[in-house]
């Protein structure tokens, strides 16, 4: 069956780093599309960051410059590092794999950034 594991997350302080993973199996990995969602409390769940099969990456506005997402298709990894952090970054960030119709959620991570 199709798992995504996110990992990575945790407390740190306003202006610190953190690189999640999200090991992918169950999928052909390298076929599909990869993103990295968040879900802060009472709000909904919002794109960051994403990368097509082909490797080409598309940031939300609100991280841009501060998080790169990136894969290893040998690995069937995806990871997001987030650098320079702030408080609104807290959420849970969830991993999503995508290809035509096909699409699946990782359980995911809880983010919390102290300011």
């Known amino acids: 069956q199709v798992q995504l594991v996110e990992s990575g997350g945790g407390l740190v302080e306003a202006g610190g780093s953190l690189r999640l993973s999200c090991a992918a199996s169950?999928?052909?990995?390298?076929?599909?599309?990869m993103g990295w969602y968040r879900q802060a409390p009472g709000k909904q769940r919002d794109v960051v960051a994403t990368i097509t099969s082909g490797g080409s990456t598309n940031i939300a506005d609100s991280v841009k410059g501060r998080f790169t997402i990136s894969r290893d298709n040998a690995k069937n990894m995806v990871y997001l590092q987030m650098d320079n952090l702030k408080s609104e970054d807290t959420a849970v960030y969830f991993c999503?794999?995508?290809?035509?119709?096909?699409?699946?959620w990782g359980q995911g991570t809880q983010v919390t950034v102290s300011s």
């Open positions: 169950g999928i052909s990995f390298r076929l599909y599309a």
């Open positions: 999503r794999a995508s290809w035509s119709v096909r699409g699946y």
